[in-house]
């Protein structure tokens, strides 16, 4: 099911409608231009053909793979919006991405992580890192992808820990299932805490 929300921008943003944080909502949604036309168009031909007013369903945005939520990044949703990962999310790959964002991105789809919570923590680690396999907290040592501290706990995940992004995320996504469960609830302990 998809919805949009008839909210006014300040409501949707939750930031007092201003321009920077409307810029960010735009960026992050990438709404195709026909995205209305199409649902009003589908809308109004049931309406004839049935002889009954139909109040017209949004359609799916061309090339996303989660459904739009009218809500800002820094709300992260419930446990009761989140979708289970399709068949195809899970598909493996030939070969993993070499870009740490995109390894992440599989590897938590292996998981079941896709749509918000996928979203979720893709929000937590680039704050934490921007994916770089090398970030260091200056004031409490804690390092790499997940910011781990001590960082030498990412050594159970490999002995490459210090470099590999395969071997931060995979220690990252073992941490957040232990201690959260899932993405969404270690993000909204971050928007709380600064960090988790």
Do not use: H
Not at 56 to 73: D, K, L, M, N
């Amino acid at each position: 099911m998809f919805r949009i929300s008839t909210r006014p921008p300040a409501a949707v943003c939750g930031f007092a409608g201003t321009m920077a944080s409307l810029a960010v909502l735009a960026a992050a949604v990438k709404i195709p231009a026909s995205a209305g036309t199409v649902a009003s168009a589908g809308a109004s031909q049931a309406a004839t053909t049935t002889g009954t007013t139909v109040a017209p369903q949004p359609t799916p945005f061309i090339g996303t793979s989660t459904p739009f939520v009218a809500r800002s990044v820094l709300q992260p949703p419930s446990r009761s919006e989140t979708r289970p990962a399709s068949p195809s999310a899970t598909a493996s790959p030939a070969v993993l991405p070499e870009n740490p964002r995109d390894i992440a991105q599989y590897l938590a789809a292996q998981r079941g992580w896709t749509g918000w919570e996928w979203t979720c923590l893709d929000e937590l680690w680039r704050r934490e890192s921007n994916y770089e396999t090398t970030a260091t907290n200056p004031a409490s040592g804690a390092y790499g992808i997940p910011q781990a501290l001590p960082a030498e706990k990412m050594a159970s995940a490999g002995p490459d820990w210090r470099t590999d992004p395969v071997t931060q995320i995979t220690w990252g996504l073992d941490y957040i299932a232990s201690r959260y469960g899932e993405p969404c609830t270690a993000w909204r302990y971050w928007l709380r805490a600064g960090s988790y």
